[in-house]
């Protein structure tokens, strides 16, 4: 027993450099620690890490789900590609073994088709039935590896992409949705906004593009007002201190007219940046009945 022990950590250390390139595995698909046994699959059992995936059949497809089996994805590719023509276009006598196999072939082909995310619903069922609360996992989907922890019954995966590499406060991302539909939250799991991060990548940063003087009429802005953040456009300045802006109303749809804005008057230091998409066909002389340049005195409500 010790001396397989002992075998086994010296194969997953003998393995360790190569890690640096990747991980291949070989998904099988009826639960979420369904892989087929490699030397570097034993990496997670020493390190006593579950490797988990959500790409599973739903047992209700009977057909399918005995079609699969314990098959690896390597089988189910090989199988998917055996019988390329259709049924229809087969010469076969009634009976013949070959109509099930092509059949077959068609149905592992349109589950894979389907299923390109690397995961169904009955997979993510069955990850939070399965991953333990607290548990840290490591999560195999679209052929990459990634931290996954279950915190007050919810799973949630880390955010590694280097997209989000200069937004500190973007650490975990929900996995509640197998199409990419996701909720963001910090350290401590509360949500974030994007417009939480723009702010606070903003707040510290000392940019001549947060100088109104460096603005031109109808720039899009991002407004902190009463707490939350809007999503604008510069209309004027009104003095060393102040700036007017219009407000995109809640209402307002594509293409925005002069009625989807709503003038304020604002500190320059509640806009924090001009960072985001700019709107669909925005008006070129007026928001809100406010002329070009005009300063007119309004009170901030």
């Given at each position: 027993?010790?001396?397989?022990?002992?075998?086994?950590?010296?194969?997953?250390?003998?393995?360790?450099?190569?890690?640096?390139?990747?991980l291949?595995?070989?998904?099988k698909?009826?639960?979420?620690?369904?892989?087929?046994?490699?030397?570097?699959?034993?990496v997670?059992?020493?390190?006593?890490?579950?490797?988990?995936?959500?790409?599973l059949?739903?047992?209700?497809?009977?057909?399918?789900?005995?079609?699969?089996?314990?098959?690896?994805?390597?089988?189910?590719?090989?199988?998917?590609?055996?019988?390329?023509?259709?049924?229809?276009?087969r010469?076969?006598?009634?009976?013949?073994?070959?109509?099930?196999?092509?059949?077959?072939?068609?149905m592992?082909?349109?589950?894979?088709?389907?299923?390109?995310?690397?995961?169904?619903?009955?997979?993510?069922?069955?990850?939070?039935?399965?991953?333990?609360?607290?548990?840290?996992?490591?999560?195999?989907?679209?052929?990459?590896?990634?931290?996954?922890?279950k915190?007050?019954s919810?799973?949630?995966?880390?955010?590694?992409?280097?997209?989000?590499?200069?937004?500190?406060?973007?650490?975990?991302?929900?996995?509640?949705?197998?199409?990419?539909?996701?909720?963001?939250?910090?350290?401590?799991?509360?949500?974030?906004?994007?417009?939480?991060?723009?702010?606070?990548?903003?707040?510290?940063?000392?940019?001549?593009?947060?100088?109104?003087?460096?603005w031109?009429?109808?720039?899009?802005?991002?407004?902190?007002?009463?707490?939350?953040?809007?999503?604008?456009?510069f209309?004027?300045?009104?003095?060393?201190?102040?700036?007017?802006?219009?407000l995109?109303?809640?209402?307002?749809?594509?293409?925005?007219?002069?009625?989807?804005?709503q003038?304020?008057?604002?500190?320059?230091?509640?806009?924090i940046?001009?960072?985001i998409?700019?709107?669909?066909?925005?008006?070129?002389?007026?928001?809100?009945?406010?002329p070009?340049?005009?300063?007119?005195?309004?009170?901030?409500?």
């Open positions: 027993m010790r001396s397989n022990q002992e075998k086994i950590i010296g194969d997953v250390i003998s393995i360790l450099p190569s890690l640096t390139r990747g291949d595995v070989n998904v698909f009826r639960h979420i620690k369904d892989f087929e046994f490699t030397p570097e699959c034993a997670f059992d020493v390190v006593d890490i579950d490797l988990v995936h959500g790409w059949v739903d047992p209700q497809n009977k057909e399918l789900a005995k079609v699969i089996g314990d098959k690896s994805y390597n089988q189910l590719v090989e199988l998917a590609i055996s019988m390329q023509t259709p049924v229809s276009k010469k076969t006598s009634i009976g013949d073994p070959r109509d099930d196999s092509a059949r077959h072939a068609q592992v082909r349109a589950f894979l088709n389907r299923t390109q995310s690397q995961m169904t619903y009955h997979g993510l069922m069955e990850m939070y039935a399965n991953v333990k609360e607290r548990q840290l996992c490591v999560l195999f989907r679209n052929n990459h590896f990634s931290v996954l922890f915190n007050d919810k799973l949630y995966t880390l955010m590694t992409d280097a997209g989000y590499l200069d937004v500190p406060d973007l650490v975990w991302e929900e996995l509640a949705e197998i199409d990419g539909d996701s909720n963001f939250c910090n350290a401590d799991f509360c949500p974030v906004t994007m417009a939480d991060t723009e702010s606070d990548s903003w707040e510290d940063d000392i940019n001549p593009a947060r100088d109104p003087r460096t031109d009429y109808m720039d899009p802005v991002s407004v902190k007002y009463a707490g939350e953040f809007m999503r604008g456009v209309l004027h300045r009104i003095d060393q201190w102040s700036v007017g802006v219009g995109l109303k809640d209402t307002a749809r594509p293409p925005y007219g002069d009625n989807d804005y003038y304020r008057e604002v500190h320059q230091s509640d806009v940046s001009r960072e998409v700019t709107p669909v066909g925005l008006p070129e002389a007026m928001v809100l009945g406010v070009v340049g005009q300063a007119t005195t309004h009170t901030l409500v």
